[in-house]
């Protein structure tokens, strides 16, 4: 297993300003990913990060939005840019384990946009 | 979409065994079952998994139909820390682009005292 450290657990930010999460592993790992849970629903997810490379985001997220950092193998930021209130969810990074597709989750970042 | 099945909502009541049924009527042969549940402002939490044989680790026990299309989770004797979302996840084995999960609503289990 792997255990997973993020930053900030929770937030308030005004509409129109970025809020840079963290996400810390306790091992290195190759694949990380960033999803959204908006309120009441289930998980989405925004992209898949390998270090070394441009994040792959999936349809209806955009980098100009959502820019992601993989400066290392333990170490990844997910950025919500020009905040609208409809950003207002959780925000959560998982790991793939080794060798097996199980995915193990930090405890989520949850984000008030005002 | 998700490729999964659950009932909404479930109600237990403390030290009963939970059963939480899962419909997976499209599964392909090389896809896996798994589950996972997400107790109040926490993240996802895996529990088990499993390709065509009943499964049991120390969270719960995993039945999974002859025919594949249908399994259910078990916990044996839930208790009150059980209540919480739980998934149902049908997906490959294997790494790169296969690890995307496709998350359903899932089924919130509330165990009653």
């Known amino acids: 297993s792997a255990v997973i450290s993020q930053k900030p657990s929770r937030d308030i930010c005004q509409r129109g300003t970025s809020l840079t999460i963290q996400c810390q592993v306790d091992s290195q790992v190759t694949m990380m990913f960033w999803y959204r849970q908006q309120p009441g629903q289930s998980l989405t997810l925004i992209a898949t990060a390998n270090q070394g490379s441009e994040a792959t985001y999936e349809s209806g997220f955009v980098i100009d939005k959502f820019p992601i950092s993989r400066p290392n193998l333990t170490f990844s930021t997910l950025t919500v840019s020009n905040m609208s209130p409809e950003d207002s969810s959780i925000y959560l990074c998982?790991?793939?384990?080794?060798?097996?597709?199980?995915?193990?989750f930090g405890a989520g970042t949850r984000l008030s946009v005002l | 979409d998700a490729k999964t099945t659950q009932p909404p909502s479930m109600d237990c009541a403390e030290g009963r065994a939970a059963n939480l049924p899962c419909n997976h009527s499209t599964i392909s042969g090389n896809e896996y079952v798994y589950w996972y549940r997400q107790i109040h402002s926490q993240g996802p939490q895996y529990i088990i998994h499993g390709l065509k044989n009943n499964e049991t680790n120390e969270m719960a026990s995993l039945i999974i139909t002859e025919d594949r299309k249908s399994s259910t989770l078990i916990l044996p004797h839930a208790t009150l820390r059980d209540t919480a979302v739980y998934y149902c996840i049908v997906y490959p084995p294997g790494g790169g682009n296969n690890r995307k999960l496709i998350w359903g609503l899932g089924t919130s289990l509330a165990v009653n005292p």
């Open positions: 998982s790991v793939g384990g080794q060798g097996v597709n199980i995915q193990y």
